[in-house]
């Protein structure tokens, strides 16, 4: 096979290979320096530039060129932005089944069905035996289409072991004793329950999680700690008011003897307290009598013994007593 010969006609196209460059590119600046010519074959010069557009580290603007025999005159065949040994490039296409990891599948996403899944395989057929059915459907409910295979098993296993739910967690080591004597690990059924169980704790961080026999957490049922004293200062608790009952009399215009008849009153044993408002109405009404007019025309005074309240009204001089004030009447005409 005849190797190509340098071409001077090709070789020297810089220019025009630069300006087709240039028609490619987005921006006049995205067109970097000259980086040379490939001889591709007779009469046939690829020349490269510098592709100095954001993103394209490592790519080259490579303009093709080319001319008929005897012709001193070059012709570009095409232009195109191509990736250079050290162009960062997207990776190798996978299909979309093949390129889901774990966590990837959100609500309303289905996977495809894969009818050679190496983890599964077909589920148990019933016998009609009742004791041989009674435990492959009953216990341990095989009856379905399939089922996990030994592969499927071991790969479970080992994905929980080396999970933060297994013995070599930080809070596994910490922990006091393991989920094994644990009254809050159910159990699983067939193989994988006897390195696993489900933790149904609600203080535990594992809550509704599958944690090795061998791992553990300080939420443990059998754990306890010492009491410790509190680190705040011990403050005397109030105690609860006592109320004890009084009488107190408001003094109007009646004077000394209104208020003497308070005291008498509030003197006066609890257990007769209408005979004590009675001794009250009848010293406010002698001092309105005895005074004589009175510079407000009505008063009122209360008196409270427990859960008896009188009030006295007191007429002033020349006016005719309330009904109300009936007590206060007797005690004048008397």
């Not at 240039?22 to 320096?33: C, F, I, R, S």
């Not at 379905?144 to 790969?155: F, H, K, M, T, Y």
């Amino acid at each position: 096979m005849a190797t190509a010969t340098q071409d001077a006609v090709l070789g020297g196209a810089v220019d025009l290979a630069r300006e087709a460059a240039l028609e490619l590119a987005e921006h006049p600046q995205d067109v970097g320096e000259h980086l040379g010519y490939t001889v591709d074959g007779d009469r046939l010069v690829s020349h490269r530039f510098a592709c100095t557009a954001k993103g394209y580290r490592g790519w080259v603007w490579t303009v093709t060129l080319s001319r008929v025999p005897r012709a001193r005159r070059a012709t570009v065949c095409e232009a195109v932005l191509l990736p250079g040994d050290d162009a960062v490039l997207a990776p190798a296409w996978v299909p979309w089944d093949e390129r889901l990891r774990p966590g990837d599948i959100g609500p309303g996403d289905v996977l495809p069905f894969r009818a050679d899944d190496p983890r599964l395989e077909p589920g148990f057929t019933p016998t009609g035996d009742p004791e041989v059915d009674e435990v492959a459907i009953g216990e341990l409910a095989l009856a379905r289409n399939r089922v996990l295979s030994p592969v499927g098993i071991a790969e479970a296993a080992e994905r929980w072991y080396r999970s933060p739910q297994g013995p070599a967690s930080a809070g596994a080591v910490a922990s006091a004793q393991p989920c094994l004597s644990c009254g809050f690990l159910v159990p699983l059924q067939g193989p994988l329950g006897t390195v696993f169980g489900v933790c149904v704790n609600e203080w535990s961080p594992d809550d509704g999680k599958v944690v090795a026999l061998e791992h553990g957490c300080g939420a443990h049922s059998e754990t306890d700690v010492e009491p410790r004293p509190s680190e705040w200062p011990d403050v005397p608790v109030a105690r609860d008011l006592v109320l004890v009952p009084t009488a107190e009399v408001v003094a109007g215009p009646g004077g000394g003897r209104a208020a003497a008849a308070g005291e008498a009153l509030a003197a006066e044993p609890l257990g007769e307290p209408a005979e004590a408002a009675e001794v009250a109405v009848a010293g406010a009404g002698a001092e309105v009598a005895a005074g004589g007019t009175a510079e407000a025309p009505v008063a009122v005074e209360t008196v409270t013994v427990e859960s008896v309240t009188v009030e006295v009204e007191v007429s002033a001089a020349g006016e005719a007593p309330a009904q109300d004030a009936a007590p206060a009447e007797d005690a004048t005409e008397s």
